[in-house]
Each structure stands twice: as structure tokens, then as C-alpha cells.
């Protein structure tokens, strides 16, 4: 079973600062994901990587394969990037259709 | 297009009590999943299925039964519902093509809550 681990679990910052939230995993995987959980609850996929490095406005990832570890950074944050920041793994042993495993989330608060 | 849709939103049962949360999606994905989510605790996967008419066990399966009779419909039901089930559910959809990437599209969540 892959397990995932996230950190830090809780991130308080003041608006403007650059953020890194960071994902490591046991076992080999086929894809990563990070995830966007709003106060509202509601789910949505950021970013899917299996190598490199991908950039979404002031959202970046990247992931390094041989390490087994992620990063998810925000530059320039605001209140409105406030939410639960949730890495998924798929591993190469899921079959290719059993879901994702998840972290337990990383809690960030961004200040005025 | 709706994307994943879940019902209900809320729910609230009595111990014993049986319900169905209803999970529905436009997007004509062949891929469906239910999770749960639990305080302090990742998302984790009840039961899934790759297609019209199957099903499987996930992580955490016991008390929870499932239907996929048509493509766009994910049925998860509780035959009796303990305390330890209440839970926010959540509904995904994903693509069966490309495989190895299988980006997943979340329903809002239905938050039930067992007394």
C-alpha cells in the first residue's frame, strides 16, 4: 500500500509570502495530484504530473520521481488561496483503476 | 454541463436506518469511485467501478453496498447505518483513457451524519 505523507499539516501566512507545501510517497507511482479543498468543501483537481514541473497562474508543482517526493508552491498568496491543498497518488501496482491514495491535506490560512 | 452531481447534500439517519446516495455524472466517464472523509484522516476509496454494470471493493468496503446499472449513475448504499459511517461522502468520475494519468472529477459531497 502507498502511503502518503504531507507537510506541513497546518500553514498560516501572511498575504504576499511564497508557499511550499510538500508530498512524499513510498511506493512507485504512474501519476500525482494535487488537489484544492475550499472551506465549502467542495473538491477540485490543481494539477496531475507524472514528471517535471507544471505551472497554473501563481500555482506551481513539481515532482521528482527518484526521490518519491512533490511540491506544490503559491507565489505571491492571497485570502483566497485559503483551503485544504491535498496530494493523491496513483502506484503503478492499483491496476490502473482502483482510485487514488490519499494525504491527509495541508490546512493553509493566508492573512490580510 | 453538470459534471458529477451527488444526492442528497445532507442526510441525517437513525442507527439501523438505510439509505442510497445517489451519484450521477454527464461527462461519460467509464471510471466511478466513492470515498469518504474523515477528520484527520486522507480520502479513502468505499468502492469503484470501471464500467456499466461492475463493481469492486475499495479500501474501507464493510457496511456499504453499490450499483452501477447505467454508465452515468454510481449508487452507494447503507443497508443499516452505524454511528461510524457518518462521514462527508464524496463521488468521482474519471476517463479510462489515458490510463496512467486517470484525473478524477469530484462531486460536492453529501455530509451524513448517524445518531
Known amino acids: 500500500k502507498n502511503e502518503v505523507e504531507q507537510s506541513p499539516q497546518n500553514l498560516t501566512a501572511q498575504e504576499g509570502e511564497f508557499i511550499t507545501i510538500n508530498c512524499s510517497y513510498s511506493v512507485g507511482i504512474s501519476a500525482l495530484h494535487w488537489l484544492q479543498q475550499h472551506p465549502g468543501g467542495g473538491i477540485v483537481s490543481l494539477f496531475m504530473l507524472s514528471s517535471g514541473k507544471k505551472k497554473h497562474g501563481r500555482l506551481i508543482a513539481t515532482i521528482n520521481i527518484q526521490e518519491k517526493h512533490s511540491s506544490l508552491h503559491i507565489t505571491a498568496s492571497h485570502p483566497r488561496d485559503s483551503a485544504v491543498y491535498i496530494c493523491?497518488?496513483?502506484?503503478?501496482?492499483?491496476?490502473?483503476?482502483?482510485?487514488?491514495?490519499f494525504g491527509k491535506g495541508t490546512h493553509l490560512i493566508i492573512q490580510p | 454541463n453538470a459534471g458529477v452531481t451527488q444526492t442528497p447534500k445532507f442526510r441525517v439517519l437513525k442507527t439501523g436506518q438505510s439509505m442510497t446516495l445517489l451519484c450521477a455524472q454527464d461527462?461519460?466517464?467509464?471510471?466511478m469511485y466513492w470515498y469518504r472523509q474523515d477528520p484527520g484522516m486522507g480520502l479513502r476509496l468505499i468502492h469503484y467501478s470501471v464500467g456499466e454494470g461492475t463493481t469492486a471493493k475499495g479500501e474501507v468496503p464493510d457496511g456499504y453496498n453499490v450499483s452501477r446499472l447505467k454508465k452515468q449513475n454510481f449508487l452507494l448504499g447503507l443497508e443499516s447505518a452505524a454511528p461510524s459511517q457518518t462521514s462527508v461522502y464524496f463521488c468521482?468520475?474519471?476517463?479510462?483513457?489515458?490510463?496512467?494519468?486517470?484525473?478524477?472529477?469530484f462531486g460536492p459531497g453529501t455530509r451524513l451524519t448517524v445518531l
Open positions: 468521482a468520475s474519471s476517463p479510462s483513457y489515458p490510463i496512467s494519468y486517470n484525473e478524477q472529477f
Open positions: 493523491a497518488v496513483r502506484s503503478y501496482s492499483g491496476g490502473g483503476a482502483d482510485g487514488l491514495t
Open positions: 461527462m461519460n466517464h467509464e471510471y
